[in-house]
């Protein structure tokens, strides 16, 4: 499998501008989940999904922000408009529930700039 | 609520030294606990795990074991390598995982 695939890798913009970003689970995975990493504040749950529904947003930090998950194999997180304290590194990462424990699989990224 | 402590970095140290992480945690019942490692420029992946008290979590020379005493996971690695530099998290799972805040690594030659 190739993994979870996150893209754009990295995306630069101006503040005011909508942004979307776009994973792909590892296939046959059920959870998929988004977060956000900065030097200040860590890594921060925002989604998660199971079977494509949001089963906990209380980490999106606010309405700017909105996570789908259409179907088993794509999720968007998207920020509209952005600001510049929304720039930090965006994870997606996907498991799948196992007896007693699970592991989530963490795609690359996407590094987010906003000017 | 869950949370983690992490001790905080970076670590440095040179190439065949000894290496401990402190992480302890809270939590209302019996989690599992995580050691994720995060290489520069890339996602987190799973370094170890161990699922209920005394387990001992272990891959690529690195140990932790659950110790429900002291509420306590701490990452030992007996001679580290140049390789190992990196970010370390110390998570637990109940309903989600938690994370804490990472601990960097750096290893010299």
């Known amino acids: 499998d190739a993994g979870v695939i996150q893209s754009p890798r990295h995306e630069v913009t101006e503040m005011g501008q909508e942004v979307t970003l776009r994973c792909k689970p590892i296939s046959g995975h059920d959870y998929l989940f988004w977060y956000r990493q900065t030097m200040m504040r860590g890594l921060e749950l925002l989604i998660y999904?199971?079977?494509?529904?949001?089963?906990?947003d209380s980490g999106m930090p606010e309405d700017r922000f909105s996570a789908k998950m259409p179907n088993a194999s794509f999720s968007t997180l998207k920020i509209q408009p952005s600001e510049p304290r929304d720039s930090a590194v965006y994870f997606c990462a996907s498991s799948q529930l196992d007896r007693g424990s699970y592991e989530q699989y963490f795609g690359p990224g996407t590094r987010l700039t906003v000017t | 609520g869950d949370s983690v402590t992490q001790m905080e970095g970076p670590v440095t140290l040179s190439e065949e030294a000894f290496l401990t992480i402190n992480c302890t945690y809270t939590a209302t019942g019996y989690p599992s606990l995580f050691w994720y490692v995060q290489y520069p420029g890339e996602g987190l992946q799973l370094l170890l795990k161990?699922?209920?008290?005394?387990d001992k979590g272990s891959n690529k020379g690195f140990e932790a074991t659950y110790r429900k005493e002291t509420t306590s996971f701490h990452l030992e690695k007996g001679s580290v390598q140049v390789s190992d530099s990196a970010v370390y998290f110390c998570?637990?799972?109940?309903?989600?995982?938690?994370f804490g805040k990472g601990t960097m690594l750096l290893v010299s030659p």
């Open positions: 161990a699922t209920k008290a005394d």
């Open positions: 998570a637990l799972k109940e309903s989600t995982l938690t």
């Open positions: 999904f199971n079977n494509n529904v949001p089963i906990d």
